[in-house]
């Protein structure tokens, strides 16, 4: 029985009065993310940052960093963070952030029928990304289909979906073209220093990293077929419990979005922003 009692105490999440009461919101954002969270001359900085920053100060309490680094997939990520807590310390966030934001995602079953996210609320979607090519003017006229990168090489962030994407489709055509770096900001020197032609990755990251470049360094136009879902919103999660936690950030969230000030973070970071179906008119 007290076992049973330890483990109930340590699945509870703190209580949206108790979160209140202790003045600190604890939010978990991934570390090395750049333009979205990322540590720079000992400070952190990023769109993310500054979201976290003005939820705390919405609720009127103090934020609290939780760096974390992406697992293998996020119901991992979900799990460290916000209803199980570390592997170590079992620390567990009141909020995680870039969390996708998609209901046949969060109504998802396992193989028994079993809901595979009930232990978490996903909400608040505050943007929506697309998959963007970026290139090299000088060394690529233009990008009118994805089947010119069968000439010429592609920088992709290794096992993202663009990897996958660039390896199989047009039956493999593309495969010996493409290559794999560790992070797609890696991938965008590796085209700054001509070692590559263009770069593929996600559009708010792609636009922040040539933001500042030379002006033959630009973005493309074209679709991708057969990559599967085009475009995606991303949001954010509490414990399944924490609804009340959810319906206080959600409105802070609305106001950001609503309000222009969330578009004003990414253009601060030089990231395009595109606003959520979920808040048009």
């Known amino acids: 029985m007290f076992a049973a009692l330890l483990l109930s105490s340590t699945m509870q999440a703190r209580t949206f009065d108790e979160i209140i009461e202790s003045n600190k919101l604890l939010v978990s954002v991934y570390r090395d993310f750049p333009p979205f969270s990322s540590i720079v001359e000992g400070q952190p900085v990023g769109i993310d940052i500054d979201i976290a920053r003005a939820i705390a100060k919405g609720l009127g309490i103090e934020l609290v960093l939780r760096w974390t680094t992406a697992d293998e997939n996020v119901e991992d990520d979900l799990r460290n963070n916000l209803w199980k807590g570390d592997f170590y310390h079992k620390k567990k966030s009141d909020l995680m952030l870039r969390i996708p934001y998609d209901k046949a995602y969060s109504q998802l079953r396992d193989d028994i029928g079993e809901l595979v996210h009930d232990r978490v609320h996903m909400f608040a ?79 708010s990251q792609v636009t922040a990293l040539v933001a500042n470049q030379p002006e033959h360094f630009k ?11 085009q475009q995606w919103d991303i949001g954010m999660a509490v414990k399944s419990e924490n609804r009340q936690l959810s319906y206080a950030i959600g409105d802070v969230v ?21 606003k959520p179906e979920y808040y048009q008119p």
């Open 125 to 203: 979607p505050y943007h929506t990304e697309i998959w963007q090519v970026a290139f090299n003017s000088k060394r690529l006229e233009s990008v009118p289909t994805v089947a010119v990168f069968q000439y010429h090489d592609i920088g992709v962030e290794v096992d993202s979906v663009p990897a996958f994407y660039f390896t199989g489709a047009f039956r493999g055509t593309m495969t010996k073209h493409t290559k794999h770096f560790p992070t797609i900001a890696l991938a965008a020197e590796a085209m700054f220093n001509q070692q590559v032609d263009a770069i593929m990755g996600m559009r």
């Open 219 to 229: 973005l493309a136009s074209n679709g991708f077929p057969t990559i599967g879902r």
């Open 254 to 274: 609305t106001e950001l979005v609503k309000s222009g000030k969330l578009k004003a973070i990414f253009e601060r970071h030089h990231a395009h922003y595109q």
